[in-house]
Antibody, heavy 123, light 110 residues
């Protein structure tokens, strides 16, 4: 079945970097865009951007430019989120989510989601 | 501050009907589809409703999505204890060029 499996929880010091992986199975990675969504403790969902899994081109939402990097390795059907120069406010659960629907993004939806990766930034 | 507005909480007794609203604008819900995600405690969001009212396979028909103008609603009929969760609405925003979410509504079964 279609599944996204993310890497485990991370505890990092401020200023460090973290790389979260999202491994896709049950379908061909390059056939669907992959999105990243953040959920800070006790907060709602916040869209971070997406990566074109055909070309590898990333698009970052407002507020997620500069320190955030999306990448992929099609040979292992995996997309990645790297966060550099970590700050305490980066503490959150990060989700990958496959975008489904069609060529018009306004008509699409996210399904499935990865199980989430908790990144904690604390000294 | 979320772009889409949802009430923070809703509640009902088993068997009751609960409705959750999601208010947007002409740049998001007013012209684009609305999706709803259910997030059970301690788990990842799961697609509940897509394209305003479509239910993925496996989602009970107790869940009903609708849209009118720049607002959308999710109705849960025959409320069950397993429906206790956070519910998030989402839509594409043409002005922001971004997916936008509501702040989420926590449904409690009394």
């Amino acid at each position: 079945q279609v599944q996204l499996v993310q890497s485990g929880s991370e505890l990092k010091n401020p200023g460090a970097s973290v790389k979260v992986s999202c491994k896709a199975s049950g379908y061909i990675l390059s056939h669907y865009a992959m999105n990243w969504v953040r959920q800070a403790p006790g907060q709602g969902l916040e869209w971070m951007g997406w990566i074109d899994t055909n070309t590898g081109d990333p698009t970052y939402a407002q507020g997620f430019t500069g320190r955030f990097v999306f990448s992929l390795d099609t040979s292992v059907s995996t997309t990645y989120l790297q966060i550099n120069s970590l700050k305490a406010e980066d503490t959150a659960v990060y989700y990958c989510a496959r975008e489904q629907g069609g060529p018009m993004v306004r008509q699409n939806w996210f399904d499935p989601w990865g199980q989430g990766t908790l990144v904690t930034v604390s000294s | 501050q979320s772009v889409l507005t949802q009430p923070p909480s809703a509640s009902g007794t088993p068997g009751q009907r609960v409705t959750i609203s999601c208010s947007g604008s002409s740049s998001n819900i007013g012209r684009n589809t609305v999706n709803w995600y259910q997030q059970l405690p301690g788990t990842a969001p799961k697609l509940l409703i897509y394209s305003h009212h479509q239910r993925p396979s496996g989602v009970p028909d107790r869940f009903f999505g609708s849209k009118s103008g720049a607002s959308a609603s999710l109705a849960i009929s025959g409320l069950q204890s397993e429906d206790e969760a956070d519910y998030h609405c989402a839509s594409w925003d043409d002005s922001l060029n971004s997916w936008v979410f509501g702040g989420g509504t926590r449904v409690t079964v009394l």
